[in-house]
């Protein structure tokens, strides 16, 4: 992997401080960085950025992009848009565990989210998604294919991808679109 020199200057702008790396800390974290990197909303610090920047695929892949002209938005995407979603290869393997769940019971998440996953047919935090074509020519050495892949919500693609299976047997009912948190890169240059 490619040196901490060789990441933007916006992603190293985002790196919390040593006191601020537990989750507990977040709002210091982002009371600190959001000025800095404004375009980048507080629900994708808090679920992405903060957690897992110092994860490797996170840092081989995405500590490159310029986070000061990238722009990310709130969409509600359809179901079918969703299971096509490249997943990098090291997660795999996390999407199909929770994939194979055949009922509610099987889920290993919050009662909190449990209970909006029955209630709504999906996701009660909207995942990462990256348009991997907004990005222009892609450096060579990342993970990135075209058009779109999950960059953070495996355990919840999972689980969609489950309710999918769930409700073709009648066991479920899975929401028709479902909110994505989707960032574009400035465009081809």
Request: glycine share 6%; aromatic share 12%.
């Amino acid at each position: 992997m490619k040196q901490p020199a060789d990441f933007s200057p916006s992603w190293k702008r985002l790196t919390a401080l040593t006191d601020e790396r537990t989750m507990w800390e977040f709002d210091a974290y982002y009371q600190r960085v959001h000025p800095l990197v404004p375009n980048v909303p507080r629900a994708v610090l808090k679920q992405w950025i903060h957690g897992l920047q110092g994860e490797y695929v996170t840092m081989r892949n995405y500590a490159w992009l310029d986070y000061d002209h990238s722009l990310f938005s709130l969409e509600q995407w359809p179901t079918q848009g969703l299971l096509n979603l490249y997943v990098v290869e090291e997660y795999r393997d996390c999407v199909q565990t929770r994939e194979r769940c055949q009922d509610f019971e099987e889920f290993c998440c919050t009662n909190r989210d449990l209970v909006h996953w029955k209630a709504h047919g999906t996701w009660r935090t909207p995942p990462v998604v990256l348009d991997v074509v907004s990005l222009g020519q892609l450096p060579p050495d990342k993970e990135l294919v075209v058009p779109h892949q999950l960059i953070e919500g495996h355990n919840r693609l999972g689980y969609l991808l489950a309710m999918a299976g769930m409700a073709q047997r009648g066991e479920a009912i899975v929401a028709v679109t479902h909110d994505v948190w989707v960032l574009r890169g400035p465009g081809p240059v």
